[in-house]
């Protein structure tokens, strides 16, 4: 299992071409060596690569605007072959799909035929996940929806261990339940300050990493990023560092 930086939690600092790449080498210094495409600023694919190339990261995930994925779908196949990205990622459903059985059926309706042309080119739709995906209607999850009508070849998931957790989920069940459609994961940690749930470094919270890394390894994870959303004043960099030196040490 490989990780690596989601560069979403960089996004302040990605938003020029420069900066984009002063944070990559910078996360390359700290021994990563690869990292997700997510927040910063709308660079060209040439360019994205040429980044990577130089700092010595690899990109295999992204997540792309999902309008771009269902309406430009050659396109966005295209860009992801210049990067040399083999997983698409959606990074939220959009808010028409959010909220109920029927919502999440058209969002399978909507998005298999671009899933299906992604899987012919070679690729994979990940969607990654919030909480509100384990929402139940009619007794059954979203998430479950979602698994049983995409097919498992063309979609994936995501499973971002935090989300998981704070909508009451155990984070190790799901990658069991994901088992071979989890290539890729979020690692965050969560943590109880000032009576509310926070992001924190893996590590630094209470999530069972002992567990999380163990579901992980078991159900075929072959990328966990690292993902802060919310650093609460923290320097995002040190976060990084911090939750990289953690599960070095236990990888």
């Known amino acids: 299992m490989n990780i690596g930086a989601q560069m979403y939690t960089l996004r302040a600092h990605c938003q020029t071409l420069e900066d984009f790449e002063r944070s990559m080498a910078r996360v390359a210094a700290m021994g990563y060596r690869s990292a997700q495409i997510s927040g910063g600023g709308d660079f060209a694919a040439p360019d994205i690569r040429a980044v990577a190339d130089r700092c010595g990261v690899e990109t295999p995930l992204t997540h792309t605007a999902p309008q771009k994925i269902k309406d430009e779908t050659d396109a966005v196949i295209e860009a992801h072959?210049?990067?040399?990205?083999?997983?698409?990622?959606?990074?939220?459903?959009?808010?028409?799909?959010?909220?109920?059985?029927?919502?999440?059926?058209?969002?399978?309706?909507?998005?298999?035929?671009?899933?299906?042309?992604?899987?012919?080119?070679?690729?994979?739709?990940?969607?990654?996940?919030?909480?509100?995906?384990?929402?139940?209607?009619?007794?059954i999850t979203?998430?479950?929806?979602?698994?049983?009508?995409?097919?498992?070849?063309?979609?994936?998931?995501?499973?971002?261990?935090?989300?998981?957790?704070?909508?009451?989920?155990?984070?190790?069940?799901?990658?069991?339940?994901?088992s071979g459609r989890v290539d890729t994961v979020h690692f965050k940690d969560?943590?109880?300050?000032s009576g509310e749930q926070r992001m924190a470094p893996v590590g630094g919270g209470n999530l069972n990493w002992e567990a999380v890394v163990g579901a992980a390894r078991e159900s075929g994870v072959k990328w966990a990023f690292v993902e802060q959303d919310d650093c609460y004043g923290e320097d995002p960099f040190d976060c990084l560092e911090r939750s990289l030196a953690f599960l070095t040490a236990r990888l």
Do not use: S
């Open 81 to 139: 072959r210049v990067m040399g990205a083999r997983y698409i990622g959606i990074g939220m459903m959009p808010v028409e799909y959010q909220g109920g059985a029927a919502r999440a059926e058209r969002f399978i309706r909507d998005f298999t035929p671009a899933a299906a042309k992604i899987k012919a080119a070679g690729m994979k739709l990940m969607i990654h996940n919030h909480a509100f995906e384990f929402e139940r209607f009619g007794g």
């Open 142 to 178: 979203v998430m479950e929806r979602l698994a049983d009508g995409f097919d498992p070849d063309a979609a994936g998931f995501t499973l971002d261990v935090y989300w998981a957790a704070y909508a009451g989920a155990d984070p190790a069940f799901w990658l069991r339940k994901l």
């Open 190 to 193: 969560m943590a109880f300050v």
